[in-house]
């Protein structure tokens, strides 16, 4: 059984637009909800992290936005660059244990 | 301050074959973990250890088999590999055992013909 559900799969944006990326969890013991990064031929790099007490957390141009009622949680990528190209997983995690979404590979237009 | 450093990154078995995948950080992390990456499947925690001395399931430990050498080290052995072992395996580190950003290493990329 998938935790944690992402989507879209693939997200082509041009340069300069938003990129959004959702995920949903029906496990109300999550209580940590991280974003990965990742490059081609590199390990997953932690992005940014949100706790479910907070609705929204902003680093740079990097947003998430938490709905707790709704068990649903989405990345948005503002004035999006070529070099944020990469596959996005949203995370889910209870002590000890961090679910994974199955990724989604933003490629972003020049 | 290299991370979480794995070796072999790439490696090829046949069948039937075993190894041994190396991982070591030097952040002075308590909790290590193994996952293995596949297409469309996001990563699947493989095993963990939570602490210098423990180690526990994960969601996929079907086939492996961890040890936690010391804090610095955990290792994931597959006594006999299987095509269906065919992964990127990535080990990853975390400051204490609960809800912390995890660091990643680099990957190994395992094909078993």
């Known amino acids: 059984q998938q935790q944690v559900k992402q989507s879209p799969q693939s997200l082509i944006v041009q340069k300069g637009g938003i990129s959004i990326i959702n995920c949903a969890y029906e496990n109300t013991a999550f209580d940590y909800f991280p974003w990965y990064q990742q490059f081609p031929g590199k390990g997953p790099a932690l992005l940014i992290a949100i706790r479910p007490d907070v609705s929204e957390k902003k680093e740079g141009r990097f947003t998430i936005s938490f709905n707790k009622s709704a068990k649903q949680f989405s990345l948005h990528i503002m004035d999006s660059q070529p070099g944020d190209s990469a596959t996005y997983f949203c995370?889910?995690?209870?002590?000890?244990?961090?679910?994974f979404g199955r990724g989604t590979q933003l490629t972003v237009w020049p | 301050n290299a991370g979480v450093t794995q070796t072999p990154k790439f490696q090829v078995l046949k069948t039937g074959q075993s190894m041994t995948l190396q991982c070591a950080q030097d952040?002075?992390?308590?909790?290590m973990y193994w996952y293995r990456q596949d297409p469309g499947m996001g990563l699947r925690l493989i095993y963990y250890s939570a602490s210098e001395g423990t180690t526990d399931k994960g969601e996929v430990p079907n086939g492996y088999n961890v040890s936690r050498l010391n804090k610095r080290e955990f290792s994931l052995r597959l006594e006999s590999a299987a095509p269906s072992q065919t992964s990127v395996y990535f080990c990853?580190?975390?400051?204490?055992?609960?809800?912390?950003?995890?660091?990643f290493g680099s990957g190994t990329r395992l094909t078993v013909v």
């Open positions: 995370a889910a995690s209870m002590p000890g244990r961090l679910y």
């Open positions: 952040m002075n992390h308590n909790s």
């Open positions: 990853a580190s975390s400051e204490e055992w609960g809800n912390y950003g995890y660091t």
